[in-house]
């Protein structure tokens, strides 16, 4: 399994912005989609998007462009953008790659919670 370690999370306010950190090998970026996904409290987790080995991004519609993921290989590091945070934006948010995903294996995760 890849390591991937996430960070970045925090309490924010609603229409606040915060960038979580996604860091991971050299090897996972070149070869895996990496991809993020949260879990609200009494929820499923849900995938929110994925950046492929091109550099291509791809969203869940709920993100309705406040979300944007980026890369920075020199720092083997995937980075999720969110603008104008929501109340239904509190969770864990989680990074994986497809093979984590099926294995079921997960890393702790970052927290955000989104409260006034």
């Known amino acids: 399994q890849e390591q991937l370690m996430e960070s970045g999370g925090g309490l924010v306010q609603p229409g606040g912005s915060l960038r979580l950190s996604c860091v991971t090998s050299k090897r996972a970026l070149e070869v895996y989609t990496l991809m993020w996904y949260r879990q609200a409290p009494g929820n499923e987790r849900e995938w929110v998007g994925s950046i492929f080995t091109s550099g291509n991004t791809g969203y869940a519609d709920f993100v309705k462009g406040r979300f944007a993921i980026s890369r920075d290989k020199d720092k083997n590091t995937v980075y999720l953008q969110i603008h104008n945070l929501e109340a239904e934006d509190t969770g864990v948010y989680y990074c994986?790659?497809?093979?984590?995903?099926?294995?079921?294996?997960w890393g702790q995760g970052t927290q955000v919670t989104v409260t006034s």
């Open positions: 994986n790659t497809p093979i984590g995903f099926a294995s079921d294996h």
